[in-house]
């Protein structure tokens, strides 16, 4: 089995080091080390990471709890806060990143190994729970806050990311699930649907023109992002 590669999120250098070697110890494979919310953001983009461990208390105007939104939005990877922080108000903050763990500074290697395990075990699950598809009639199942719910993936017009949820757009209807548009991605055909933008995904299909930097699908304009734009132009030139 390989090894979990996990991005470490801590500015205080002596800290992040010991953390980083305990890491190795227990045969994990740390990708790097990040101080701020953007070099966690290019190091995830630059590296297959499996877990983030975030500390709280960065030392900038971006702390570890809104980065964890920004994971939870862009990424949907499973992280871990180790921090020393254990007061109310920080864990009711904590409490809506829905965190796969949290650990407490000065915290011991037999619990890190275990939160970190069942982190990333957990992450797994959800994964093969969230999106259970059916191929014999190309339907998918996508979680509820009502349960599981079966769609036609042809249905689908495009996919809008929501803090740590996101949003099915069919014809008929908006259906809010309980997955990252990330998480929903992996589970959808790569050659009909295409991430567009940070916060949308769309079927190909289902584009009816696209005008200046916007595509049209049915009666609704949605961005095209600078950074999307490329790999978009690429798949309409596949159609």
């Not at 089995?1 to 890491?23: G, P, R, W, Y």
Request: proline share 2%; aromatic share 8%.
């Amino acid at each position: 089995m390989s090894k979990a590669s996990i991005l470490i999120v801590e500015d205080e250098f002596i800290i992040a080091e010991n953390l980083s070697a305990t890491l190795e110890e227990l045969g994990y494979h740390v990708v790097g080390i990040a101080e701020t919310v953007d070099t966690t953001i290019r190091m995830i983009k630059e590296n297959a990471v499996d877990l983030v461990l975030l500390d709280i208390n960065l030392n900038q105007a971006v702390d570890g709890v809104e980065i964890a939104h920004i994971i939870n939005t862009e990424f949907a990877i499973p992280f871990v806060f180790v921090t020393a922080f254990v007061d109310a108000t920080t864990i009711e903050r904590v409490k809506h990143t829905h965190p796969y763990g949290y650990v407490t500074k000065p915290y011991s290697e037999v619990d890190l190994n275990i939160a970190i395990d069942l982190a990333l075990s957990r992450h797994s699950q959800t994964i093969n729970q969230n999106t259970l598809h059916n191929p014999s009639d190309d339907t998918v199942y996508i979680k509820t806050d009502k349960g599981l719910k079966k769609i036609r993936i042809c249905e689908i017009l495009w996919i809008e990311a929501y803090d740590y949820y996101s949003f099915v757009h069919t014809s008929s209807e908006k259906i809010l699930v309980t997955s990252t548009l990330k998480e929903l991605e992996q589970k959808l055909n790569n050659n009909i649907f295409v991430r567009i933008h940070r916060k949308y995904t769309i079927n190909l299909n289902h584009i009816e023109r696209i005008v200046g930097n916007q595509v049209e699908i049915g009666k609704n304009l949605i961005p095209i992002g600078r950074s999307n734009k490329e790999e978009f132009l690429m798949k309409i030139k596949l159609l």
